[in-house]
Each structure stands twice: as C-alpha cells, then as structure tokens.
C-alpha cells in the first residue's frame, strides 16, 4: 500500500494518467490506485479475484478498509508492537489463500491480478498480524462479557434463531455458554475498534476527497 507524501494533488502515473488523491491521512496521500490495489488484494484474498476497477460502493469500502489499515499500523509502530512470529503467521495466511485455489496456476494467475508480488503480499499480511495483535493488547481487555448478558443473548437471539430450524432441539445454555460468550466478546471488540478509529481519524487528521 503505497503512499504517496507531499502535497494533495493528482499524482502523474507512469502510463501517462492521473492518480487521483482520494483520502489523507496528515500530509499523507492515498491514491485511487491505492484503493484500486486494496480492492483486488482483499478479492485475491477471498479467492475471487477481480480484475475490473471496484464500482462506487466497492471503491468507498476498500477506501475506508485501508484507511482503518493504515492507521492501525501507525498506532502498532507507536505502541511497538513486535509480533515476533508475524512473518510465519503471515506465511501461514498465504497458504490458506492458496488452499482456495485448484492449482498453482489459477493462484498465480489470481495473485497477478492484484499487482502485487507474493513478497509484497506477504509483507501486507505481517502487517495485519500486527495489527490483530494490536487489537488484542489494547481492546480484548476492555471487552468482558458477565453471565446476565450472556443469558439475554440466549433467550433473545440464541433461542429464537435455533428454534427455526427444523427437526433440531435448542441446546440447554450451559452447551453453549462459551460460544455464545466468544460472539459477544468479538461484537463488543468490534465496537470498542469502531470508537478508537473514530478518535484515531480526528488525532491524526484523516480526510476523504472526492473520487
């Protein structure tokens, strides 16, 4: 994820085209063909790449996914967080995406369409296992889940949602308390995320220009 540091004006690809300044971040610019990359990295990813420019919608989401990417990694660095094992986690990852492919030719084929080498691949994903780690120090702390939350879960949303399947009988709560805890924990962490990134775009002066 390139970006480009300077003034905010239309950078001049080598093609001959303009590479418009989409979003900032300080005095750092992020490019449409940075977001274009993003978007073809997280379908490579998915195991459905996508050669074709992103379409309005697709364009503000994969937007928005870097800018929360980069800022992430700025706090990582400020906060050092090292995760010594993030190249073999990393490594790790890319062997799964491959796993999503038939053969080695259809992986290779859908890794070109990101434009991106498998080094500069693998280099994103360290950073998203920092990223993880990050996360996991600074917010999963902050997210417990009591019992009585647990148990409105279970007879508000567990229970109904069961019970619409067919032939199968509701587990007693105490099966599936852990589960039912892990989701919880995971929609408060994505909450707690939401707010910081709020206050992370004002700190560091993050703004969206037109597309």
């Not at 879960?153 to 587990?171: A, D, H, K, L, N």
Request: proline fraction near 4%.
């Amino acid at each position: 994820m390139a970006l480009a540091l300077g003034t905010f004006t239309p950078a001049v690809c080598a093609v001959g085209t303009l590479d418009r300044v989409v979003a900032s971040i300080g005095n750092a610019a992020i490019t449409r063909s940075d977001v274009e990359t993003e978007h073809r990295f997280e379908n490579f990813l998915e195991g459905t790449p996508q050669a074709e420019a992103p379409d309005a919608q697709q364009f503000e989401q994969a937007r928005d996914r870097l800018i929360n990417q980069l800022l992430l990694t700025t706090e990582a660095d400020a906060e050092d967080i090292r995760a010594e094992d993030s190249s073999a986690q990393a490594t790790q990852l890319l062997k799964q995406v491959r796993e999503r492919y038939p053969d080695e030719e259809s992986y290779r084929t859908a890794l070109a369409t990101t434009g991106l080498s498998e080094e500069q691949a693998l280099r994103r994903l360290e950073r998203h296992v920092r990223s993880l780690r990050l996360i996991d120090q600074r917010l999963r702390p902050n997210a417990w889940v009591d019992h009585s939350e647990i148990e409105a879960y279970y007879r508000g949303t567990f229970v109904p949602e069961y019970s619409r399947r067919e032939g199968t009988t509701v587990p007693p709560l105490e099966e599936v308390e852990s589960q039912i805890r892990a989701i919880l924990v995971e929609q408060k962490v994505d909450r707690l995320l939401a707010e910081w990134l709020k206050e992370i775009e004002a700190s560091r002066h993050v703004r969206l220009h037109s597309f």
